[in-house]
């Protein structure tokens, strides 16, 4: 489906946030003015939209962003948003404001969201993928997840440090409630004995045995990295069902928020300027309903409705037996 091209547009950040997403704001915004388009940006997500809290944006008004991590709009969990009255509400703002062409840079929900509001409001919208977890369909990574592995890597270094000197057993649990790509990634990189993640049935027997034969032989530090969803309770669960089997003493570290801040490396600072530039001429083009991502490289559209259809499913079988080899 396509529609004219727009003159006034918004955009907003919603979920979590994720380094990269003021480098899109940036891409999107003097993009848009190139072409003589009015910008503004809402406040706090869908929020904004159902509060008409919203600022005009230009050129100078995006300066000096692009090494920020964060979002200079604000984010949040719109709650009201997921209701048939809150994407009324929000439809009849857009419509009040003037806007026509809504730009959404989030993860699952925001896009779900962007979704829904289009059975409520005729006016084009765009999505672009911002979140750590690289768990979107239609993309091969999502903006924010490189500045996320490094943040995560520099953090498992400096544990095994520590984990050597004391010969000691460090469980760390990085983000990936569904996805395991943060976990796969920074366990490869950091030279982890061992990385849990939700794809592969969790096997907590082999793990302890794994352990307990490399004890024997002499290892002293021992990394494992786990996703939160790697089963209910986390990294908790697994240290105290590892300490039950095997009778050794876990170390636990909980990376959390620190894997969502930061300034943006560069590759993800490109990653977002490709797709908010790119999303811009899609919409000029006339293109709705759309997420704008990378596959293989170059420039894709997805449909909403297909992005869990298209999702890259992760195949670490492969990297976990290398890893598996590389670390006796």
């Known amino acids: 489906m396509t529609t004219a091209p727009p003159k006034k547009i918004g955009i907003l950040t919603s979920g979590g946030d994720s380094p990269g997403m003021n480098a899109c704001i940036r891409a999107i915004t003097r ?37 920020r991590g964060g979002t200079i709009l604000g984010s949040s969990r719109c709650e009201e948003f997921e209701e048939k009255e809150g994407l009324y509400r929000a439809a009849e703002n857009l419509r009040e404001i003037g806007i026509d062409a809504l730009f959404v840079i989030g993860g699952n929900g925001s896009l779900r969201g962007a979704r829904e509001l289009m059975d409520s409001w005729s006016g084009q919208v765009i999505g672009l993928p911002g979140t750590i977890d690289n768990d979107l369909g239609g993309t091969d990574w999502t903006i924010g997840f490189f500045t996320a592995l490094d943040t995560a890597l520099d953090s498992i270094d400096k544990i095994r440090d520590t984990a050597e000197a004391f010969e000691r057993i460090f469980l760390i649990e990085v983000m990936g409630r569904l996805a395991g790509d943060i976990a796969l990634g920074v366990g490869i990189s950091g030279g982890a004995e061992e990385i849990l993640i939700p794809e592969i049935p969790l096997d907590l027997e082999a793990v302890g045995r794994r352990l307990m034969g490399a004890k024997k032989r002499g290892k002293g530090s021992y990394i494992i990295v786990v996703a939160e969803g790697v089963c209910n309770g986390g990294a908790h669960e697994v240290a105290r069902e590892i300490t039950r089997i095997t009778s050794y003493e876990c170390k636990l570290c ?57 999702r890259r499913i992760l195949d670490p079988e492969q990297l976990l037996k290398i890893n598996t080899m590389l670390t006796i």
């Open 31 to 67: 993009t848009a003015v190139y072409h003589e388009l009015e910008v503004v940006g809402f406040r706090s997500g869908f929020k904004g939209v159902l509060e008409m809290d919203f600022r005009p944006l230009g050129s100078r008004s995006v300066s000096n962003i692009i090494q």
């Open 254 to 310: 909980v990376l959390g928020h620190t894997q969502r801040g930061g300034s943006p490396t560069a590759r993800d600072r490109i990653l977002a300027t490709r797709l908010g530039a790119h999303a811009v001429k899609v919409a000029l083009d006339g293109a709705t309903g759309v997420m704008v991502g990378v596959q293989k490289g170059e420039l894709a559209l997805t449909r909403f409705e297909n992005l869990e259809r298209d």
